[in-house]
Structure formats: C-alpha cells, structure tokens
C-alpha cells in the first residue's frame, strides 16, 4: 500500500483535530486520545497495525510520565511556599499563603497556622496546620490540613509524605 500522502489539507486539519481531541477529553484522557489518534495514523500510513499500537503505548507512556512529572513539580512548590511561610512564624501565628504558578492555573491560597516547634540535634522543625480554599466571596470552602516541615539547610522543605487519597487534593 505504501505510504499515504501528507496533503496540505490534512497539515492544516491534523493540528485541529488534536486540538479538539484534548479539549473533549480534558486533561484525563488527552494521553489516550492523542496516543490513539497517532496509533491509528501511524497503522494507516505504514500499513503495518503493530506499528500503530507501538506507536500510540509509546506516546501514552511518555504523555503520562510527563503528566506526572509536571504535576510532582507544582505540587513541590506548593509545598515549598507552605514551608518558605513557616520559616518565619512562632507557635499560634496563622498566616495566608499562596502559590502562582507559571502557567496560571490551579493556583493555590489559604492560611497556615504553626501549632508545635520541634527541636532536636538534627534539625528544626515545626508542626503546622493548613488550609486550602476553593471558590471565592460567599460560596468560599476552606480544607484543613496537618503536616511538618523542617529546616533543611538556609531553606525549609515539607517533611511528610503524603498519603494518597483523594483528600489531600492537588497537594498529595
């Protein structure tokens, strides 16, 4: 069968449709759709559909992991800016906290309040309490949280691990 011919049609209409792809599908299922999409293409155009299903679990394995990877390092500052507003508090002050990514969305704010100090001949930590708040004016949720961050070098770091449930929300 041979290779298909790459129209300037389908170059104006293949970014579109991938455009579309993501956007119904969100960020859930963008991976699949894309790695689907290039799969299929790929099993059309070298007429080999062994060829297109390595294709579309190579592109949905490296979507995924990137997907993760980006997600590992908001959360990382968000947890960084929790800590950076601890760094300075005493026990029984709260104080608002809040992290603006990059790419703004999902930016993150609330209160933090230290409730302990810990001291040891390692290093220094405090306990703290948390909250994330989700809408705005009236309808504002606020979610409470506990946790420790400690002194690592000149700098301050989240100390726990985070279970992973669903509770803890973009900050697990």
């Known amino acids: 069968m041979g290779l298909a011919p790459v129209t300037r049609q389908s170059r104006i209409y293949l970014p579109l449709l991938v455009s579309?792809?993501?956007?119904?599908?969100?960020?859930?299922?963008a991976g699949q759709m894309v790695a689907a999409a290039a799969g299929g293409a790929t099993a059309a155009?070298?007429?080999?559909?062994?060829?297109?299903?390595?294709?579309?679990?190579?592109?949905?394995?490296?979507?995924?992991?990137?997907?993760?990877?980006?997600?590992?390092?908001?959360?990382?500052?968000?947890?960084d800016a929790i800590a950076a507003e601890v760094a300075t508090m005493d026990v029984g002050q709260r104080r608002e906290w809040k992290i603006e990514h990059d790419i703004p969305i999902g930016n993150e704010h609330g209160e933090v309040q230290v409730t302990r100090v810990i001291a040891t001949s390692l290093t220094l930590c405090k306990e703290l309490v948390f909250s994330v708040e989700s809408g705005r004016?009236?309808?504002?949720?606020?979610?409470?949280?506990?946790?420790?961050?400690?002194?690592?070098?000149?700098?301050?770091?989240?100390?726990?691990a985070e279970p992973a449930v669903e509770r803890w929300g973009s900050l697990q």
Do not use: H
């Open 45 to 79: 155009a070298s007429a080999n559909p062994l060829v297109g299903i390595a294709v579309g679990i190579a592109i949905n394995s490296g979507i995924d992991a990137t997907i993760l990877y980006v997600m590992r390092v908001r959360q990382r500052a968000e947890q």
């Open 20 to 29: 579309l792809v993501i956007a119904l599908g969100g960020c859930r299922f």
């Open 137 to 160: 004016g009236e309808a504002v949720q606020r979610s409470w949280y506990a946790t420790q961050a400690c002194q690592s070098g000149d700098r301050w770091k989240w100390a726990l």
